[in-house]
């Protein structure tokens, strides 16, 4: 054999191995990893989750910040904005000796800068550092059981007729009369859900909060969103890692980044902080790809993937 009949060789063995090497290389994706969900269960003092939960709040939201406090009678004046969501203990507040209210579980005490609380009573609380005062027409002190101009508006996570669903802060002046597009809250009775995430890009991040919950409440959640809206791109060994069950008690602050799908069931009632806010039309809904992928794979009984039936016949966007 000649010189270059052997280079014609190589170089042949070459070029095979370049294809095989292309068609079986998996591409890095352009697109970063939908980041998980997280839980802190703060009546346990679960501090660790919690600060992870910060940081990724933080980083996630330039201007924003994060705190809980536990059984205390006062919350110091600070330099910047803060909203302020009380998760126990109740009694009267009062904001730098002169604006005074009763409080209770599922309030709101908005707190502008050089702003402080005292009160008679230990209370725990939620708080969000702001990046803009809220404006002048919301007062200091929401109280969603007992503000005559908040009443139960159906929706979101609780569409059934008699839905409690007590909108504070809200983006649109339709749905709420207190607008203010740096954070959103509405307190609810979630039941079930349809399963949803807020996109990337122009989406916003989520908290429950949870204040009551029956012994079936749970979270249903996903960070392969990309995934499920490919309803044939899923073979069956994928479906049982597809969606991930969590349990869920009083005290838990469950944090959805942007992307995360969620779907509440069994009865929760939280406390739905949205930062920024409940922006319209990131609400988009997967049901009906969930469906899809039941029906693809003929998956029966305890192996389907759950799904709101009520929201899987066409795509949702609210």
Not at 10 to 39: D, F, G, H, R, W
Not at 119 to 127: E, H, K, P, R, V
Request: net charge negative.
């Amino acid at each position: 054999m000649t010189a270059k009949s052997i280079f014609r060789g190589s170089t042949l063995i070459y070029v095979v191995c370049a294809l095989i090497s292309c068609q079986t290389t998996p591409q890095p994706s352009s697109e970063p990893p939908i980041e998980n969900m997280k839980i802190a269960h703060l009546r346990a003092g679960d501090t660790t989750a919690f600060q992870q939960i910060r940081t990724q709040f933080v980083e996630n939201n330039p201007g924003y910040d994060l705190s809980y406090v536990e059984r205390t009678l006062d919350l110091p004046k600070a330099s910047s904005n803060r909203v302020v969501f009380i998760q126990e203990g109740g009694g009267t507040a009062v904001i730098n000796a002169q604006d005074s209210s009763k409080f209770s579980v599922g309030d709101i005490i908005l707190l502008g800068e050089a702003e402080g609380i005292q009160t008679d009573s230990l209370f725990s609380a939620l708080i969000f550092t702001v990046p803009e005062p809220p404006p002048d027409n919301i007062p200091a002190f929401v109280r969603p059981d007992w503000d005559l101009n908040i009443t139960d508006v159906p929706g979101g996570c609780a569409t059934e007729t008699n839905a409690y669903r007590r909108i504070l802060l809200t983006w649109l002046g339709k749905v709420g009369p207190y607008n203010y597009h740096a954070i959103n809250a509405h307190r609810v009775r979630i039941m079930d859900s349809f399963s949803h995430y807020h996109p990337k890009e122009g989406g916003f991040d989520e908290f429950y909060l949870v204040q009551m919950a029956l012994p079936e409440a749970k979270i249903l959640t996903s960070a392969q969103v990309p995934k499920i809206e490919e309803p044939t791109s899923v073979g069956k060994e994928e479906v049982g890692g597809l969606i991930q069950s969590t349990e869920l008690e009083v005290g838990d602050l469950v944090y959805l980044p942007r992307g995360v799908m969620h779907r509440g069931v069994g009865g929760v009632l939280a406390q739905v902080i949205t930062v920024p806010g409940f922006i319209p039309g990131s609400e988009i809904g997967v049901d009906h790809h969930l469906r899809r992928i039941n029906h693809v794979l003929s998956l029966k009984g305890a192996k389907r993937l759950p799904y709101n039936e009520a929201a899987s016949t066409e795509a949702i966007i609210k």
